[in-house]
């Protein structure tokens, strides 16, 4: 049988336009309905963001390059988290009463490595060890972001969580620029870059939800 769904970005600037997505989402999308974004509401709701309010244990500010990793989460971290509480509730409340299944989605590691910052500058993707420790923090939040979608939709008995790697290409082919623009990323060898994967993948397993 062929179920439709949505990819999770919608149209919108503003938290009227977010409960109307959530409205949408479960009114036209009913055998598959899911956690829509709406990123013209600010870097907090784009996907990079919304990964970010995911993460767990590591730090995050906003500057004028983009998201950068650091020691304690700056305020941008702060409201991206809070949005992201915020239009959970959103579809709590409209999702009371439902049961069946349901999908979310949030930026894999290799997208997350490929956007965002290193402290220092240049992209996560540049250091080993920082994109592992990137990738660990995304799945260890994942296990918390599971268990929380698990306990605002109680009626939910499937939930996918959908991860997205629209920058895994450019990835594996080193074509991702570096911070000056003139050079590029060096290439993530299959065998690593399906070990970040399946930390991640595994932890929505262990959460009880399907990736």
């Known amino acids: 049988m062929t179920v439709a769904?949505?990819?999770?970005?919608?149209?919108g600037d503003d938290d009227?336009?977010?409960?109307?997505?959530v409205r949408l989402s479960l009114g036209e999308l009913p055998d598959l309905p899911f956690v829509p974004e709406v990123p013209g509401r600010g870097p907090g709701a784009h996907m990079t963001g919304r990964a970010l309010a995911?993460?767990?244990g590591i730090g995050a500010d906003l500057q004028p390059a983009g998201w950068r990793l650091t020691d304690a989460s700056g305020v941008d971290h702060r409201r991206a988290r809070s949005q992201l509480?915020?239009?959970l509730d959103q579809v709590e409340e409209q999702a009371q009463g439902y049961s069946g299944t349901f999908k979310?989605?949030?930026a894999g590691p290799w997208?997350?490595?490929a956007t965002v910052e290193k402290p220092r500058g240049d992209k996560v993707l540049s250091d080993h060890g920082a994109r592992r420790d990137l990738a660990q923090a995304l799945a260890e939040g994942l296990?918390?972001?599971v268990a929380d979608l698990k306990r605002r939709l109680p009626g939910v008995d499937r939930l996918i969580v959908q991860v997205d790697?629209?920058?895994?290409?450019?990835?594996l082919a080193g074509m991702v620029p570096t911070a000056s623009g003139f050079g590029r990323h060096r290439t993530v060898h299959p065998p690593e870059a399906s070990a970040a994967l399946e930390a991640v993948l595994g932890a929505i397993t262990a959460a009880g939800a399907e990736p």
Not at 5 to 11: C, E, I, L
Not at 16 to 21: G, N, V
Not at 165 to 171: F, M, N
């Open 5 to 11: 769904t949505g990819v999770g970005s919608m149209p």
């Open 16 to 21: 009227r336009a977010y409960a109307e997505a």
């Open 143 to 145: 296990l918390v972001h």
């Open 85 to 87: 509480a915020q239009d």
């Open 165 to 171: 790697e629209p920058a895994l290409p450019a990835v």
């Open 54 to 56: 995911i993460v767990s």
């Open 111 to 113: 997208t997350l490595a």
């Open 104 to 106: 979310a989605q949030v």
